[in-house]
């Protein structure tokens, strides 16, 4: 984050504006970013500018991105239905194509009703900002992604953060809130460390509060639950559930995103959610290309148990070189460096023996756990997952970042190198009195 807030001004003394200025703090801090270029479509191995690498930062999870069928799906939308859908959903842009698409969703997520989205960052931004209510409360997951934090900020509605898939937080903020519209929103798979938010628990204590429960099932749609349907169905809540985000970018290979819900809460988004309402409709080529890629997950499901497998190969091979083991067994496996540079390092110094794992800094996750967000896909082959642990294995040695299985840390010391423990971490007190805002 930057170090404080300035006042605009165009150009400082020197011609150097503060946008500079405030990018060299980016720099001293060892946050900035740069956008590294691929060369060829997604894939377990890829050209990452002009160098060959091993990728294991991709949301293609399946590798449905790049396959022949679902470019031909959105080969033949485009010639069918042509590149653009021209207008939003509600004034001309809804076409027979978004209808079907959104039935074949709602089958596989086993709902009454599915509405699209442009991507999952507006379908969270609609479906917490419509459900919210502006005198409401919404009670949000401290690690949710950043899409559910933007939608809680815009609804206007009372915004309580609750530590870390702990429930009985939650259940002391809403039972102090007694009597209020309250939704209770959370990822599924949380995108950073791979954890899986207690969903069982959570539609309790939300049915006991009459709160509305939101699941971002980003992260577990394609990847777990039985033929991947995602999280929810694999904590058996799916009847429960008031409405759970799919996203189409990630293991369906496309892009864009729906809303799995009843016929009464589709409709009603369908009237509310701005960034439904506000925004053009999903490009045909792109809703073509989901369309295939859904009837491949269904008709292949040995792709998810081919993605599961690989996810136990990765995470056994790094616990075998010392890495700690996070308690989750989901794709995505996060490697905790601590400091930016650490991190930055590692990575550096794994892309120079061909593994490409991004460093991911604050804000994306909190101060003092900068990482190696390492994600696993159905077309790894478990070979070069065992290759890949060894690389990271000799990267983060390199790198100074501690690997704790292998050398236990001192008792109170977290898992975090360089930087105080407890920074953005949730506080180990009995819930605070006071809510936070998001
Ligand atoms: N939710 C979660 C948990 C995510 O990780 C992401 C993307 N990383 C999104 C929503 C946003 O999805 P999209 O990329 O389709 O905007």
Avoid at 154 to 173: K, P, T
Avoid at 187 to 216: C, I, K, Q, T
Wanted: glycine fraction near 12%; aromatic fraction near 4%; charge should be neutral.
């Amino acid at each position: 984050m930057l170090a404080r807030k300035r006042e605009a001004e165009p150009l400082a003394a020197g011609g150097v504006s503060d946008l500079e200025e405030r990018l060299r703090e980016l720099q001293a801090a060892g946050l900035h970013r740069r956008l590294r270029t691929v060369e060829g479509p997604q894939g377990p191995r890829i050209v990452l500018d002009g160098r060959p690498v091993l990728l294991l930062c991709s949301d293609d999870y399946l590798g449905l991105a790049a396959d022949g069928r679902v470019r031909d799906g959105a080969a033949r939308a485009a010639l069918r239905w042509g590149a653009g859908a021209g207008a939003s959903r509600l004034v001309s842009g809804t076409m027979a194509l978004h209808g079907e698409l959104e039935r074949r969703l709602a089958a596989f997520k086993g709902t009454e009703a599915a509405l699209l989205f442009g991507s999952g960052y507006l379908a969270n931004l609609g479906v917490v900002g419509a459900l919210a209510g502006r005198d409401g409360v919404v009670l949000s997951d401290e690690l949710n992604h950043a899409s559910i934090v933007d939608g809680c900020r815009l609804s206007r509605a009372e915004v309580v953060v609750f530590r870390h898939r702990d429930v009985e937080h939650l259940g002391w903020e809403l039972a102090r809130r007694r009597g209020r519209q309250a939704l209770v929103v959370t990822d599924s798979v949380f995108s950073m460390d791979g954890d899986v938010a207690p969903l069982a628990e959570l539609v309790e204590v939300a049915r006991r509060h009459g709160a509305r429960l939101a699941v971002d099932d980003a992260h577990g749609t394609g990847c777990v639950g039985p033929g991947g349907r995602g999280a929810v169905h694999a904590a058996g809540v799916q009847d429960e559930v008031d409405v759970v985000v799919g996203t189409l970018g990630k293991a369906l290979g496309a892009y864009g995103a729906f809303a799995a819900c009843s016929g009464v809460v589709a409709r009603y988004l369908m009237n509310t959610a701005r960034s439904l309402i506000f925004s053009t409709a999903l490009p045909p080529p792109v809703a073509g290309a989901a369309l295939a890629a859904l009837e491949l997950l269904v008709e292949e499901p040995e792709r998810v148990v081919r993605l599961q497998a690989n996810a136990r190969v990765l995470r056994d091979a790094l616990a075998h070189e010392g890495f700690a083991a996070p308690d989750s067994a989901t794709q995505i496996v996060p490697l905790v460096a601590g400091h930016p540079e650490r991190a930055s390092r590692m990575c550096e110094l794994a892309l120079e023996e061909g593994v490409f794992a991004q460093a991911i800094h604050p804000p994306i996750v909190p101060r003092g756990t900068s990482r190696l967000r390492l994600s696993v896909m159905a077309t790894h082959d478990a070979g070069e997952l065992r290759e890949a642990a060894r690389v990271l294995g000799r990267a983060a040695r390199r790198a100074g970042v501690p690997l704790p299985a292998a050398e236990p840390p001192a008792a109170g010391s977290a898992s975090v190198a360089g930087e105080p423990p407890g920074a953005g971490s949730p506080p180990a007190a009995p819930p605070p009195p006071a809510a936070r805002a998001a």
